[in-house]
């Protein structure tokens, strides 16, 4: 399956294993908005949750952030 949006993790543990996770079109959008640092730590939150409740993936604390891919476009998650 073809991903157009997705996150690229890799694990924390340092073994350099990294993963593509798929997000929705919604979650790619709520990323691409600009906020202060609290809004965007609650988005984070709500995607991670959702990632959890889709995937079975804990993301946080587990994995390190990489990049986002949307609309074919990847940039720093952070």
Not at 32 to 52: F, M
């Amino acid at each position: 399956m073809f991903m157009k949006d997705y996150i690229t993790v890799e694990l924390a543990s340092g073994s350099k294993y990294r993963e593509n996770v798929y997000i929705t079109k919604g979650e790619a959008l709520a990323l691409e908005c600009k906020g202060n640092g609290a809004y965007e730590n609650k988005v984070w939150d709500i995607i991670c949750n959702n990632i959890n409740e889709r995937e079975g993936m804990i993301i946080q604390g587990y994995f390190n952030l990489i990049s986002k891919t949307i609309n074919g476009k990847t940039s720093p998650l952070h």
